[in-house]
């Protein structure tokens, strides 16, 4: 008698696909997802179709996390490269034949119009995490100063659009792939010891340094503006420095346990700038308030905790690099969104992951999640 062989569940099929991934970072991811989707009902439910458009954009985004996380490390390491290349001769093409909107030219028309300083954070961690696995056993000081110029070239043309915001992005990420290199302090604290007394300098010296007409050569006006007015956004309470006063106020007026959802009175009553984009935050810690605030936060915290603990135990140098600076890239956008929403950090534009509407941010999250993810799978799937 032949032998019945039993089909297997739909279930059993999907299973080796799911095997092996990290469940503590696909439970901060969710945790996340959600904060953002409930706030962004809150916020922009009067505000055309922002909430679907925001769950669309997170849908497309988990799909591609889904799908960068089926790649091996081996593979990613050879698209580092090719993806570095592509990403600065788009950023030429953009110096070339770039679209200006709002007196930036960002904007690349190939038939779908691409933003290829998004690419760039990815694409950069990925180069250099490759550079210095090709030169593993063997770094020498002049190593770091080629990743230093692989760095500088696209950060430049970046800066050039202009776009401070994604320049700061795309040299952290770079940054912190060269520090976990194994970068000397030596040479990393000259520069911050510059840094600080720079800023020192000008707190000490603001009305000299922000008064009208002086130029501060390597920044724009507009550049330049934003860090005046966050040193004294009371200057100008109804102009430049409107957004900062109203962020404030909204963070402040939410108090212990915030105003309720959907009873944000200075996000309803449209006194917070862009409060579905680089503003949310505010919104949320309205609302929200400080328990709230403190919530996001350690949801980040988790998640951050999480990618540095996939950091440390991949197997390889790439792997680590690339792990690491993925994370702490999550931090610098969550640190710098949250900063200047609360008058700490200029106002630069950089939306708060998972929360901020924006379909490009959201993929760009995506795929470096993916990356974070596909990292600690192949981990996870060579121990089984």
């Not at 007394?197 to 934003?226: F, N, S």
């Not at 579905?276 to 936060?297: P, Q």
């Not at 690339?322 to 969104?337: E, K, P, Q, R, S």
Request: net charge positive; hydrophobic share 55%.
């Amino acid at each position: 008698m032949a032998a019945v062989i039993e089909k297997p569940r739909l279930l059993q099929r999907l299973a080796p696909v799911f095997r092996g991934f990290d469940g503590p970072l696909a439970l901060a991811i969710v945790i996340l997802a959600c904060i953002g989707l409930v706030t962004m009902y809150s916020v922009g439910f009067d505000h055309g179709t922002r909430f679907s458009s925001h769950g669309r954009n997170m849908v497309v985004a988990a799909l591609v996390l889904f799908l960068v996380a089926q790649v091996p490390p081996q593979r990613l390491m050879s698209l580092a490269l090719p993806m570095y290349l592509i990403a600065v001769l788009l950023l030429f093409g953009v110096e070339l034949f770039g679209i200006e909107r709002k007196g930036s030219q960002r904007w690349l028309d190939l038939g779908v119009v691409i933003q290829p300083s998004e690419l760039m954070k990815i694409a950069m961690p990925l180069m250099l995490a490759w550079w210095f696995q090709q030169r593993e056993g063997q770094l020498k000081p002049l190593d770091f100063g080629v990743a230093l110029v692989l760095l500088a070239l696209p950060a430049a043309l970046i800066l050039k659009q202009p776009d401070l915001g994604t320049t700061l992005l795309v040299l952290a990420s770079g940054l912190f792939v060269i520090f976990f290199a194994g970068l000397s302090w030596k040479l990393i604290l000259p520069p911050l010891v510059i840094a600080v007394a720079g800023v020192v300098t000008l707190i000490a010296m603001e009305d000299r340094w922000c008064a009208p007409g002086v130029d501060w050569k390597i920044l724009h006006e507009y550049q330049k503006t934003r860090v005046c007015t966050l040193l004294d956004p009371f200057q100008d309470p109804l102009g430049k420095g409107f957004h900062i006063i109203q962020g404030m106020i909204a963070i402040g007026s939410g108090g212990v346990w915030g105003k309720g959802f959907m009873q944000g009175t200075q996000t309803h009553l449209e006194f917070i700038p862009e409060r579905t984009t680089d503003f949310i935050y505010a919104a949320f810690a309205e609302e929200f308030g400080l328990v709230g605030a403190v919530v996001l936060m350690l949801a980040f915290v988790f998640l951050i905790l999480r990618g540095l603990a996939i950091a440390l135990d991949a197997p390889t140098l790439f792997t680590r690099l690339l792990a690491g600076a993925m994370t702490l890239n999550i931090f610098v956008y969550a640190f710098v969104n949250m900063g200047m929403v609360s008058g700490i950090l200029p106002v630069v534009g950089v939306p708060l992951p998972f929360v901020s509407y924006g379909g490009t941010a959201m993929v760009t999250l995506g795929v470096g999640l993916g990356i974070l993810m596909a990292i600690g799978r192949s981990k996870r799937l060579m121990q089984t």
